[in-house]
Nanobody
Framework: QVQLVESGGGLVQAGASLRLSCAAS????????MGWFRQAPGKEREFVAA????????DYGDSVKGRFTISRDNAKNAVYLQMSSLSPEDTAVYYC??????????????WGQGTQVTVSS
């Protein structure tokens, strides 16, 4: 069982940077792949980024590639999403998720409650 709590969301202006954090409970955090997803009002959940258990492999959605960076610290049971060059199109609730394998699909076993990111123009 893994519990996930996101933090770091907020209101920023276009062009700004923001770092999201996801704190995980449980002794087996370092066995899970982690993912970040987002969902804007009226839109489907979108894959943002994923990282494997060791941090040695990452994957990004096309809309964030080159602007966002996913990382993890297994000693701290945490995963991060560094976001830069934010635009209003990045406005969404951001969720972190844990699962046995990296995936672009929403088939992760555990999900956080989400953190709101709002980017003003």
């Amino acid at each position: 069982q893994v519990q996930l709590v996101e933090s770091g969301g907020g209101l920023v202006q276009a062009g700004a940077s923001l770092r999201l954090s996801c704190a995980a409970s449980g002794r087996t955090f370092n066995t899970y792949a982690m993912g970040w997803f987002r969902q804007a009002p009226g839109k489907e959940r979108e894959f943002v980024a994923a990282i494997n258990w060791s941090g040695g492999r990452t994957d990004y959605g096309d809309s964030v590639k080159g602007r966002f960076t996913i990382s993890r610290d297994n000693a701290k049971n945490a995963v991060y999403l560094q976001m830069s060059s934010l635009s209003p199109e990045d406005t969404a609730v951001y969720y972190c998720a844990a699962g046995p394998m990296m995936s672009r699909l929403s088939d992760y076993a555990y999900w956080g409650q989400g953190t709101q990111v709002t980017v003003s123009s």
